[in-house]
Structure formats: structure tokens, C-alpha cells
């Protein structure tokens, strides 16, 4: 089975409080990427990491981290120091070698001031 | 960066009538493109999967008679909804795959109103 789980539906956060969003994946594929997106209410969806199943090391971008572990097939999301801007909702998509991107329901988040 | 655009980003139509919405990738070739519906609060669906020069593949469950795709250059995908209904309202989204990077980008979305 090919599937994603996003168990936090909706989070709601206060600005500058660090949030970490869940992603756990399925694949058939030994090889494949995995993405997030962040959705703001504009619709566009806004690409924010790719990241290579080989390439388990760690990311920090900024405000934004990510911790893949394959071995758990999870590929968290933490946003440190939450802003107002950051909300929107968040999709985490693998995709495998058919170029299909397999996307989960997505982390709906609000961050008020 | 690559650039995919989506026209129009809006549109409202009569109930049975026909609806064009075009997806461009601006400065690069994509030799796939796919299509996605997504309903309010919900996750993107994939409609269908465009090769250019060649027939859509529909995933389950799409009608490939009301949902016509036609990608008949590297940098412009089509698709058209027929004689669409209120249930066809929803957030239109194009994405493509560059030919090159292997990439794939988002066109900001097309919002179908059906009255």
C-alpha cells in the first residue's frame, strides 16, 4: 500500500510557540522522495523541502527543521518560533517512481498572535 | 525558478455548459503534467496524468469524457470540464514535471464556481 498519515488534523498554536507537524508514510518503493507543502488560504501551494530516501541526514532551514527516520518511515516537520504567517496547512507527500506524489490529508495550522 | 501558470485562476459558469482551464510551465519543458481536484478541507486528489503527444491517463473513478485533457505542446496542458455541474465546483490545480530536473511544479489553482 501506498498512503500517508497526517494524524494531527488541526493544530492551533500561539506565536512563538515551536510546533512539530507528523508525517508517516507508506511505500512499495525502495527508492523515493519525499516533499512537504504548505497550503496557505490563497490555494497555491507553496513547495518548502524534497528530500531523498538514501539522504536520512537531518535539515534546518531557518525557522524550519526536519527529521527523517527512515527506519520508522516518518519525516517530521518542526516550525521553531511559530509567526502568524505560518499558518496554513501542511501536506506531506512521498512520491515513488511513478512521479505520482501520494498525499495525506494535511496538518491544518493556526497560529495566533 | 520554474514557473507554472494556471488561467483563468477563477471562472463561474452556467450549470451544462463548458469550461477551459489552461496550465502553462513558463521556462521549461514538461514532458508530464498532472491534474488535481481538491475539495474545500480536503487533500488534492490526482484527476488524471498528461504525457505530451500522447492520451491522458485517468485515474479511478475520473470520467475522462467530462474531464478532457489535451496536452499537445511541452510547455501547455489543457483541461476542459463538459457540461459541468454544481458538483463539479471545486479548486483546480496543474502541476509539472520538468523534463530535465525531473521537478515537479504547482500552477497557483483555478477556482471552478458551477451555478
Known amino acids: 500500500a501506498q498512503k500517508v498519515t497526517q494524524a494531527q488534523t488541526e493544530i492551533s498554536v500561539v506565536e512563538k510557540e515551536d510546533v512539530t507537524l507528523d508525517c508517516v508514510y507508506e511505500t512499495r518503493d525502495t527508492t523515493y522522495y519525499l516533499f512537504w507543502y504548505k497550503q496557505p488560504p490563497s490555494g497555491e501551494l507553496v513547495f518548502l523541502i524534497r528530500?531523498?530516501?538514501?539522504d536520512e541526514q537531518n535539515e534546518i532551514s531557518g525557522r524550519y527543521s526536519w527529521n527523517f527516520q527512515k527506519s520508522t518511515s516518518s519525516f517530521n516537520f518542526t516550525i521553531t518560533a511559530s509567526q502568524v504567517v505560518d499558518s496554513a496547512v501542511y501536506f506531506c507527500?512521498?512520491?515513488?517512481?511513478?512521479?505520482?506524489?501520494?498525499w495525506g490529508l494535511g496538518t491544518s495550522l493556526a497560529v495566533n498572535p | 525558478g520554474a514557473v507554472v501558470s494556471q488561467h483563468p485562476s477563477w471562472v463561474i459558469c452556467k450549470s451544462g455548459t463548458s469550461v477551459k482551464i489552461e496550465c502553462r510551465s513558463l521556462?521549461?519543458?514538461?514532458?508530464?503534467m498532472f491534474w488535481y481536484r481538491q475539495f474545500p478541507k480536503q487533500s488534492l486528489m490526482l484527476m488524471a496524468t498528461s504525457n505530451e503527444g500522447s492520451k491522458a491517463t485517468y485515474e479511478q473513478g475520473v470520467e475522462k469524457d467530462k474531464f478532457l485533457i489535451n496536452h499537445a505542446s511541452l510547455t501547455l496542458s489543457t483541461l476542459t470540464v463538459t457540461s459541468a455541474h454544481p458538483e463539479d465546483s471545486s479548486f483546480y490545480i496543474c502541476?509539472?514535471?520538468?523534463?530535465?530536473?525531473?521537478?515537479?511544479?504547482f500552477g497557483p489553482g483555478t477556482r471552478l464556481t458551477v451555478t
Open positions: 528530500r531523498n530516501s538514501f
Open positions: 502541476s509539472a514535471l520538468s523534463g530535465s530536473s525531473y521537478e515537479q511544479y
Open positions: 507527500a512521498p512520491r515513488g517512481n511513478n512521479r505520482k506524489l501520494i
Open positions: 521556462d521549461f519543458q514538461a514532458t508530464t
